[in-house]
């Protein structure tokens, strides 16, 4: 029962250095998104993909780019890392199939950027 | 635009004593409103959602549409109640969440 799996759990990057966080689900759910979570923000939604080839911006955006590589995975890229982007990102799913469907969340990668 | 509001940062009860969890949204449809919850050390999870009205772990939401609030209460908090509470707005790939209460439940 793997569900939304995410890598890595931690990441210390400097500023203007890439990297990309793996998420992968095995529920064969059609949507998956991105979120970052902050202190006093709540959860907010950076990229989401409803369909394998789709994607499309959420709430926050800039500075991140997303591929969506096969039904099952969902990565996020930082380009050019820098301080703000120090948060904790959340990896989900869903079937999409009616609004009522829930959202299946990974454990979250903390990422601190110096 | 859309918009989930919980006013309340923190909350702390005593044991037993009764628990709501404020939200109120904005938002220009017919809304679907869930709560999600993170345990410490836990991924985040549906609570329960509006759509299906159940019961879970004694917590219950009811949509008011009028005053636009969808706020969480349980008569009886338990310390295993403990954990970060989220709003959340939406449905069909968007999903808008509040800023979280944290919940504390004291001995």
């Known amino acids: 029962n793997a569900g939304v799996t995410q890598t890595p759990k931690f990441q210390v990057l400097k500023t203007g250095q890439s990297m990309t966080l793996q998420c992968a689900q095995d529920?064969?759910?059609?949507?998956m998104y991105w979120y970052r979570q902050d202190p006093g923000m709540g959860l907010r939604l950076i990229y989401y993909?409803?369909?394998?080839?789709?994607?499309d911006k959420g709430e926050v955006p800039n500075g991140y780019n997303v591929s969506r590589l096969n039904k099952r995975e969902f990565s996020l890229r930082l380009e050019s890392a820098a301080p703000s982007q120090t948060s904790v990102y959340f990896c989900?799913?869903?079937?999409?199939?009616?609004?009522?469907?829930?959202?299946?969340f990974g454990s979250g990668t903390q990422l601190s950027v110096l | 635009a859309q918009r989930v509001t919980q006013p309340e940062k923190l909350l702390s009860v005593f044991k037993g004593a009764p628990v709501e969890l404020k939200c109120n949204y904005s938002y220009s449809g017919s809304p679907e409103l869930f709560w999600y919850v993170q345990y410490s050390r836990q991924r985040l999870q549906l609570l329960l959602r509006h759509i299906s009205r159940e019961s879970i772990k004694g917590f219950t939401a009811d949509l008011n549409k009028g005053e636009t609030s969808f706020h969480l209460k349980k008569p009886f908090a338990q310390e295993e109640d403990s954990a970060m509470y989220y709003c959340?707005?939406?449905?069909?790939?968007?999903?808008?969440f509040g800023s979280g209460t944290k919940l504390n439940v004291k001995p």
């Open positions: 989900a799913s869903s079937e999409a199939r009616d609004p009522g469907e829930k959202l299946f």
């Open positions: 993909s409803a369909s394998e080839g789709t994607t």
């Open positions: 529920m064969n759910h059609n949507s």
């Open positions: 959340a707005l939406g449905g069909f790939n968007k999903f808008y």
